[in-house]
């Protein structure tokens, strides 16, 4: 009785482990930025900055794990700034760094033939 009760609770351990762990979907990411000023008078001194990053990395394993060829990346970066000064003697200074890098790495069977 005590194995056949293990056997079960494994089973169902197993059918219930999150498989999707390793399915690679699709990944999204949108980023926006803004920033705007106005300044009046003199000597005004205006900074904005966006720093804008992101990073997408999918690995598959074909042959091993099933359905995890890297799918879809998407990147969506949009920033803006926007300045009024008015006056004498004023300054501006306004800087926009956006970086995306995305990696797909697929090893078609490469694992296959150690784990079977």
């Known amino acids: 009785m005590k194995k056949s009760t293990f056997g079960i609770l494994a089973t169902a351990a197993l059918v219930l482990s999150p498989v999707a762990a390793f399915a690679q979907q699709a990944q999204t990411n949108i980023q926006k930025a803004s920033n705007s000023a106005a300044a009046i008078g003199n000597g005004n001194t205006i900074f904005q900055n966006i720093d804008q990053t992101n990073f997408?990395?999918?690995?598959?394993?074909?042959?091993?794990?099933?359905?995890?060829?890297?799918?879809?990346?998407?990147?969506?970066?949009?920033?803006?700034?926007?300045?009024?000064?008015?006056?004498?003697?004023?300054?501006?200074?306004?800087?926009?760094?956006?970086?995306?890098v995305q990696n797909q790495y697929d090893v078609n069977g490469y694992f296959a033939p150690y784990f079977h």
């Open 56 to 100: 997408q990395n999918q690995f598959g394993a074909d042959g091993y794990f099933p359905s995890t060829d890297p799918q879809e990346q998407v990147s969506v970066q949009d920033a803006s700034n926007a300045a009024a000064a008015v006056g004498n003697f004023n300054t501006i200074f306004q800087n926009v760094d956006q970086s995306n």
